[in-house]
């Protein structure tokens, strides 16, 4: 083995047989050390846009599957051309209308597609809000009529390139058409049975006022008659004995032991009685024609103060709850409306503040009103216990209710809403300061 290597000496470097101070040799070692670097760089530079191209790559892919993957769910068809009016892209739902294959239509005109009169309604740069045509097809026919619609397609640096075209069959429209109308007319069908479902409610409630106002003209009249009859009795047998040639002794007695002096006084008030009877269960039937809920044609001149009087005397005696009435209405306050739902409407107001102070120890609805110009103001207020505030801009809506299950439809007062809107008015809710919720009708003066 050789010695070990000694470093150059006197400041020569190893097998150069140059000084290590050469000036030239010095900037030749500098160049290239600065070239390798360079090179590092572009070096590192090529993989660094190398890992974005590939992230770019994969981005561009993604999005492409994106707008592939909406575009095939796309029922509607979709035609994007250039601007010289060449198909550029369709979508699968126009390919499955028309039976053609993307090549067929690609970089063909739109009358490839369309008539030669249908095509020219659609122009690069031009809106179209709706135009209806027939689509070729591959077998040489005709598609169903497409509601079409064409918009510009916009790019930043090109401007309008083309235009993109949208459309969907008549014939899906029409079928969704007709499915709103039928839904509509089964809503409106559903509203009106509701809506009669409580007026009927609402009737019923009434039946045990009416039953009472008839009983007791009824309970007279058939009282009055039945004595009647028997005096009817009395007066045969006085007559025949009078007719059968009694003598005037045994006459006079039997006329004192038949009481026939007192019979015959009690004839006119008996009379007089069962008529008023009958005039009463007449009247009361002819309130109830009246009140009939088939809306007459045209509007009448009704006294809004005796129908609200009225109303609160059935539900007062169609209820168990005893109910003080103050009454501060005029005799008469005419109104332009119909009187049957104007009746409903103080019942569903009056058996709503009822059933509000089904708790309350002396419970109380008063009445108020008059004549502001042209409309006639009536108001009904209760000592119940008043409604929430958060309820006050929903006690009108339909099927709102406070009341439990069972309790009622919460349509009441909805109907109520809508008679007054009928009749041109309007009915507001608000919370009394003394309690109680207080009702406020504003009607057209008659």
């Known amino acids: 083995m050789g010695e070990p290597s000694q470093p150059p000496a006197d400041g020569l470097r190893a097998g150069s047989g140059i000084e290590a101070s050469d000036p030239e040799t010095s900037a030749a070692e500098a160049a290239w050390i600065e070239v390798i670097r360079k090179m590092d760089e572009v070096y590192s530079d090529l993989i660094r846009y190398e890992v974005d191209l590939e992230q770019k790559n994969a981005a561009l892919e993604h999005a492409q599957q994106f707008i592939g993957s909406v575009m095939a769910s796309m029922s509607d068809i979709l035609v994007v051309c250039d601007q010289k009016g060449r198909i550029l892209q369709v979508n699968p739902a126009l390919l499955s209308l028309t039976e053609f294959t993307f090549d067929d239509l690609f970089n063909q005109p739109l009358t490839a597609l369309l008539a030669e009169e249908d095509a020219q309604v659609f122009r690069p740069g ?51 058409y007709q499915g709103l109308h039928d839904a509509h007319l089964d809503l409106k069908r559903a509203q009106l049975q509701l809506v009669q479902a409580e007026k009927m409610a609402s009737l019923g409630r009434l039946v045990a006022g009416v039953a009472h106002e008839l009983n007791n003209p009824v309970s007279f009249v058939y ?98 709850q005893v109910i003080a009435l103050e009454d501060n209405l ?52 209760d000592n119940g216990p008043g409604i929430a505030a958060e309820n006050l801009s929903k006690i009108f809506e339909p099927f709102f209710t406070t009341k439990g299950v069972g309790g009622g439809t919460g349509l009441g007062l909805w109907v109520t809403w809508s008679i007054i809107r009928d009749h041109g008015g309007k009915i507001e809710v608000s919370n009394s300061p003394d309690g109680g919720a207080a009702f406020t009708i504003i009607l057209p003066a008659g």
């Open 330 to 381: 005029p005799t008469e306050l005419l109104v332009e409306g119909i009187e049957g739902p104007l009746h409903q409407v103080f019942v569903n107001l009056m058996q709503n503040s009822v059933d509000a102070m089904k708790n309350v120890p002396h419970p109380k609805i008063a009445l108020s009103g008059r004549r502001l110009g042209l409309q006639v103001l009536v108001v009904m207020r």
């Open 223 to 320: 009282s009055n008659v039945y004595t009647l009859s028997r005096y009817r009795e009395k007066l045969v047998r006085y007559i025949d004995a009078v007719h059968g040639g009694m003598d005037h002794a045994e006459r006079e007695d039997l006329r004192e032991q038949l009481k026939i002096d007192q019979l015959l006084k009690d004839f006119d008030p008996l009379i007089e009685g069962t008529l008023e009877g009958a005039l009463r269960i007449t009247e009361i039937v002819k309130n109830l024609r009246r009140l009939s809920f088939v809306d007459p044609t045209e509007n009448q001149k009704v006294n809004i103060a005796e129908v609200a009087r009225n109303a609160m005397q059935w539900v007062r005696r169609s209820g168990k």
């Open 126 to 176: 031009g809106i179209v809000s709706e135009h209806e045509a027939r689509l070729k097809s591959k077998s040489g026919g005709y598609t169903d009529l497409v509601a079409m619609n064409c918009s510009p397609r916009l790019e930043r640096q090109r401007g309008m390139p083309g235009m993109v075209i949208v459309g969907r069959p008549v014939g899906e429209l029409r079928r969704a």
